[in-house]
């Protein structure tokens, strides 16, 4: 037996409130979790049940002042009416992204 699954993914671009990337954010999702890369940038990937889902993503400055301080910040991403891609016509049903960009203020 099996289950269908797809999966999430979430590509990302953590910037501050003057509209410039900050590297080396923790991104947490699930039981995934990533650093921002110089750009700002993250992937995450999550495989579940292919409907409907809601991810809470938490997002932390792990190096003190290094790239600044900044607020943690909790945040929801919402996959809504998806629309799969590359599936294997069996329990395999693909994968949907998602691109957000996310603001966090300084302490």
């Known amino acids: 037996y099996g289950t269908p699954s797809a999966d999430f993914i979430v590509n990302g671009v953590v910037k501050d409130q003057a509209n410039q990337p900050i590297s080396n954010i923790k991104v947490v999702m699930n039981r995934d979790s990533i650093n921002t890369d110089a750009s700002g940038k993250f992937t995450l ?10 991810f809470n993503v938490k997002l932390r400055d ?6 600044g301080s900044f607020q943690d910040k909790d945040t929801t991403i919402v996959f809504n009416d998806n629309t799969f891609k590359n599936g294997d016509g069996d329990w ?3 994968k949907v992204e998602k691109s957000v960009e ?3 203020t300084s302490k």
């Open 102 to 104: 996310i603001k966090l």
């Open 92 to 94: 395999y049903k693909g």
């Open 45 to 54: 990937k999550n495989r579940t049940f292919p409907a409907n889902q809601t």
């Open 62 to 67: 792990i190096d003190g002042t290094a790239n």
